[in-house]
């Protein structure tokens, strides 16, 4: 499957009990690209992320990944193309160690068993998480369970990454670790967040959603230079937004050490 | 630390002792799920009198229990604390059923109170082995080779989440009371604020598995736990089963108690 693209058009969702979460949503984001979803509570943005990887399917419009229309029928082709970071990592951890719970998505793939194994160690040491292997999940600090529910997708070495809230309830130096981590990867990156400050670091395009429609569609630094927009979608620039970039980089960096 | 936190790290700690290395983690699961099965079924099968001629299957706890270095205070304290349910059950017997059955000089003893004794010899010795077999293989194994043995996928997992998730909700359930505890101005707990919150937990616990399913599902999930470590059914656990089996055979065919006291007696 091309993994080129994700693309929605005139994707619209409302919940069993009528409220409407998305409507019309069109957006189209390429290969590589690292692209935020913001908004307030209740905007939408969980809802569309849950769009991208079949776990919601489209009440009208359309969602494609590659060539493949995203429905019931294509779930499972879609699922190891879209890996999905849940926000509340103990939702995504229950085996009885960090090693099962990686291996449990290249075990569903029906991969042999030594080949599992070698996934699940090369994906915990990507995410610099080799040394928890034998823990149990519920052993682990909110930044390691965090790191390793990010191993646990990518051990099904998906194109595409889906990250809800990554950065959400960790510690300052927690949360520059993920960013580091997440700036290292070649993946298509697509990350629903309020911390808009992860979004100047990773992201070159940010989606702005309000009562499930997109507001605004451009670049960190149009984005947040615009005091109307913010308003409006009740959201606050980061600190020294409208830096340059390498400014923005060279200040975080200053920051870390 | 709330009660609700110490009674989970209680749990916790049970689960951790699988995690060793000991003569009884090596048996596979199944040859000792097969062999816990087998005690369950020769204690409950004894009559409701029985209380001599259990004693002897008090070995399997206790073996098993040294096989896999389980420590004794840990079990006795989980016992105790689902003694209640055993004493609910049989409290009623010596009132219902008083006819004398034991007479030692003027004391007599009402069948009732020694059919009580054996509801909680049996649950000591039953419960105890099922603390012990987790103690020593741990819930995944456990429910892994339930599957294995024919039990349906779907009571296995749920089994394996119940016990996963019961921190988590557990860990919840404490917040909650201690939020309300810091708003009560030293009050205790009145029985109306337990509605609102076991329906708050209960909504909670409801949303919590729908994101765990989603969770699951976006791994590819489709029924089947699958696990990373394959068991290997070897002659030892063949020995295990058979030589435990033929044990409690001996035991539900000679009332060891009995004939000991014979022997002892006709010796003097």
Redesign the interface.
């Known amino acids: 499957m091309s993994h080129h693209l994700v693309e929605t058009r005139d994707l619209s969702f409302a919940y069993p009990d009528g409220t409407p979460a998305l409507r019309g949503i069109n957006c189209r984001f390429v290969h590589g690209e690292a692209v935020a979803i913001v908004g307030a509570n209740g905007a939408g943005k969980s809802t569309l992320l ?1 769009h991208f ?1 079949g ?1 919601l399917l489209a009440q009208s419009g359309e969602v494609r990944i590659g060539e493949l229309p995203v429905t019931a029928g294509t779930r ?1 082709q879609i ?2 193309t879209v ?2 970071v ?1 926000q ?1 990592s ?3 951890l ?3 160690t960090v ?2 719970d990686v ?3 290249p ?3 029906g991969l042999p ?1 030594v080949e ?2 070698a996934r ?1 160690r090369a994906a915990l040491e990507r995410v610099g998480a080799a040394h928890l292997a034998t823990r ?1 999940p ?1 052993r682990l600090s909110g930044g390691e369970k965090r790191a390793v529910a990010i191993a ?2 990518m051990a ?1 070495l998906p194109s595409i990454l889906v990250l809800d809230e990554p950065s959400a309830g960790l510690d300052p130096a927690a949360r520059w670790r993920l960013i580091e981590l997440l700036r290292s990867f070649t993946h298509t990156r697509i990350v629903a967040t309020h911390d808009l400050e992860l979004v100047r670091e990773l992201c070159s395009r940010v989606l702005v959603l309000h009562e499930g429609r997109v507001e605004a569609d451009g670049t960190p630094r149009e984005v947040f230079a615009d005091a109307a927009l913010l308003a409006r979608c009740h959201l606050a620039a980061p600190a020294s937004a409208v830096a340059a970039p390498c400014d923005a980089a060279a200040a975080a960096q200053q920051q870390r050490t | 630390m709330s009660r609700i936190d110490a009674a989970l790290r209680e749990l ?1 700690s049970l ?2 002792l699988a995690a060793r290395d000991t003569p009884l983690a090596r048996v596979d699961p199944r040859a000792k799920v097969l062999v816990t099965m087998a005690f369950i079924v020769t204690v409950v099968s004894f009559d409701r009198y029985s209380i001599a001629a259990l004693l002897p299957l008090a070995l399997f706890p206790m073996a098993l229990a040294a096989l896999g270095d389980v420590p004794a205070a840990p079990l006795a304290r989980k016992l105790l604390a689902a003694a209640p349910f055993a004493l609910f059950v049989g409290i009623f017997n010596p009132l219902l059923d008083r006819a004398p059955m034991l007479v030692y000089g003027d004391l007599a003893i009402a069948a009732g109170w020694v059919s009580f004794a054996s509801i909680l010899l049996r649950f000591a010795l039953t419960v105890g082995a099922a603390l012990v077999l987790v103690a020593a293989t ?3 194994p456990l429910c892994a080779a339930l599957g294995r043995l024919g039990v349906p996928q779907v009571f296995t997992v749920q089994l394996l ?1 119940l016990f ?2 019961a ?2 909700l557990g860990a919840e359930a404490s917040r909650m009371t201690v939020a309300r505890e810091l708003r009560s101005c030293g009050r205790g707990m009145a029985l109306a604020a337990y509605g609102p919150l076991l329906g708050h937990l209960l909504l909670r616990a409801f949303e ?1 598995a729908q ?2 399913h ?9 029924g089947e736990l ?5 068991m290997r059914w070897q002659g030892r656990d063949t020995l295990f089963v058979l030589a435990w089996c033929a044990y409690f055979v001996l035991v539900r065919a000679i009332d060891m108690p009995l004939a000991a006291g014979r022997l002892l007696l006709g010796a003097a």
């Open positions: 849950l990887n776990l499972a699922q190891r890996g999905y849940f509340d103990d939702d995504q229950f085996m009885p090693e099962e291996a449990f998505g075990l569903n793939m068993s599992v194994k699940a149990a519920y646990g997708v099904m | 916790r689960e951790a741990g819930m995944h989440f996963r998730y921190f988590v919590r994101r765990i989603l969770a699951m599902l976006a791994r590819g999930f489709d699958r696990s990373l470590w394959a």
